[in-house]
């Protein structure tokens, strides 16, 4: 059993800045890719960014140059520093996790954290 625990949301005004982080505990051998995820209401969950074992980054072009993926492997922790926030950024916010664990590779998914910008 792998479980994400994920903090860091809360209320920021538009311009603003937020960070997430999001740690796995449990049986790993290894984690090989860390996204972010989010969801707004009444519309479809969506990539933010992900970070691959060897340190690739991507990023779609609704956060490019604002949102940077991090990742900490001795910690099992991955990072999301928000800056230059919008209102359109509102949403609830998921880590997930690509793990290996004994000869199997499972995607595992944190609680969800809100974020709000509004003024």
């Known amino acids: 059993q792998v479980q994400l625990v994920e903090s860091g949301g809360g209320l920021v005004q538009p311009g603003g800045s937020l960070r997430l982080s999001c740690a796995a505990s449990?049986?790993?051998?290894?984690?090989?890719?860390m996204g972010w995820y989010r969801q707004a209401p009444g519309k479809q969950r969506e990539l933010v960014a992900h970070?691959?074992?060897?340190?690739?980054?991507y990023y779609p072009d609704s956060v490019k140059g604002r949102f940077t993926i991090s990742r900490d492997n001795a910690k099992n922790t991955v990072y999301l520093q928000m800056n230059s926030l919008k209102p359109e950024d509102t949403a609830v916010y998921y880590c997930?996790?690509?793990?290996?664990?004994?000869?199997?590779?499972?995607?595992?998914w944190g609680q969800g954290t809100q974020v709000t910008v509004s003024s």
């Open positions: 449990g049986s790993i051998l290894s984690i090989l890719v």
């Open positions: 970070i691959g074992s060897g340190g690739s980054t």
């Open positions: 997930k996790f690509s793990v290996f664990t004994t000869g199997r590779q499972s995607d595992y």
